[in-house]
């Protein structure tokens, strides 16, 4: 007789807890936000990663997956402060859960009081457009390096 291992058996009782707890989520709205840069964080504990769009690094320049010149740290330290403001006091939904990406984030459109995250980021010139299909990119990750600082307030 084949043996099932522990991990194994642990996975199949806690997959549908989890399924439950993300698909609860989407239709729990919540005021409680952290935001780690202008384009992910957590909600309730959860990772998640705006979908479709991009914010500029603000981990070190020349660090994987960081900046990579410095106009690209400042960007990004504008962009969450954007994100921040914009999520303050609202009441927040998931609107749209598009599964997991690569780093096991959430991949989600998200509203503040009706209003949607990442289209009022890219209005405001803080994030851009970074379109997918699945985990696959439609086009080139936007160069925060060539781009000017100017933003709307």
């Given at each position: 007789m084949r043996r099932i291992p522990k991990f194994a058996i642990?996975?199949?009782?806690?997959?549908?807890?989890?399924?439950?707890?993300?698909?609860?989520?989407?239709a729990t709205e919540?005021?409680?936000?952290?935001?780690?840069?202008?384009?992910?964080?957590?909600?309730?504990?959860?990772?998640?990663?705006?979908?479709n769009v991009d914010a500029p690094e603000t981990d070190g320049i020349g660090a994987r997956g960081?900046?990579?010149?410095?106009?690209?740290?400042?960007?990004?330290?504008e962009a969450k402060q954007f994100v921040v403001n914009f999520t303050r006091d609202k009441t927040l939904k998931?609107?749209?859960?598009?599964?997991?990406?690569r780093y096991e984030r959430l991949v989600i459109d998200l509203q503040a009081n009706g209003i949607d995250?990442?289209?009022?980021?890219i209005t405001s010139n803080f994030l851009a457009p970074w379109p997918h299909k699945g985990r696959k990119a439609l086009s080139q990750k936007p160069d925060?390096?060539?781009?000017?600082?100017?933003?709307?307030?």
């Open positions: 642990a996975l199949a009782l806690l997959a549908p807890s989890f399924t439950q707890d993300v698909q609860s989520q989407e919540t005021k409680t936000i952290y935001w780690s840069d202008g384009d992910s964080g957590r909600i309730n504990g959860i990772r998640f990663r705006l979908a960081g900046a990579k010149c410095e106009n690209e740290r400042k960007l990004g330290y998931i609107a749209s859960n598009y599964g997991y990406d995250v990442g289209t009022a980021a925060w390096c060539k781009m000017d600082s100017r933003r709307e307030n």
